[in-house]
């Protein structure tokens, strides 16, 4: 059905209830996953007097090798072709959802698996989501995995699950 999935990664515990989603759909589909981190060093950064956006950045960078490498061993043990990638924004500041456009775009991917944590009212004004974002400008299907799914089940059959999927 898939050929390649992509799947943003960042740690939170939304995300790594997507991506166990994402590889229950790889080993289903004999599909080729695609987890990417995106490194954006917020505006602040840079505004802040003194300080060294380098830091930050290179705390991201490493942050991001580790879920690379967290997610490479995940997709090991259970057989699934693919490589991480740790990506960074064009500039300071810059865009997450479009940087995630552009991973799907050049990895000509089949389907975006995403978390959400489905915030509402002003949580969702104040913090935005970037999974609405990309939703609204995606190229290929985008499947979001809600906040409330129940990661043991990420180990059946990936249609059994309860997921909001949003065709564009």
Do not use: W
Not at 66 to 73: D, G, M, P, T, V
Not at 146 to 152: I, K, Q, R, T
Request: aromatic letters at 4%; one cysteine or more; glycine letters at 8%.
């Amino acid at each position: 059905m898939y050929k390649r999935i992509l799947v943003p990664i960042d740690g939170s515990t939304t995300a790594q209830r997507a991506l166990e989603y994402a590889l229950a759909m790889a080993r289903e589909s004999h599909a080729e996953l695609i987890p990417v981190y995106v490194v954006d060093i917020p505006m602040v950064s840079y505004e802040a007097p003194g300080f060294d956006p380098s830091i930050v950045r290179d705390a991201l960078l490493q942050t991001g090798e580790q879920l690379k490498n967290e997610a490479s061993a995940a997709m090991r043990r259970d057989n699934i072709k693919g490589t991480p990638r740790v990506v960074e924004v064009d500039k300071p500041g810059g865009n997450v959802p479009e940087r995630i456009l552009e991973e799907a775009r050049a990895t000509h991917c089949d389907v975006v698996v995403m978390g959400t944590h489905g915030r509402r009212g002003v949580k969702r004004l104040m913090l935005g989501s970037v999974a609405e974002q990309f939703t609204r400008m995606s190229c290929c299907p985008v499947l979001l995995v809600p906040g409330n799914f129940e990661s043991a089940g990420a180990t059946q059959g990936a249609a059994d699950h309860q997921t909001k999927q949003v065709l564009l």
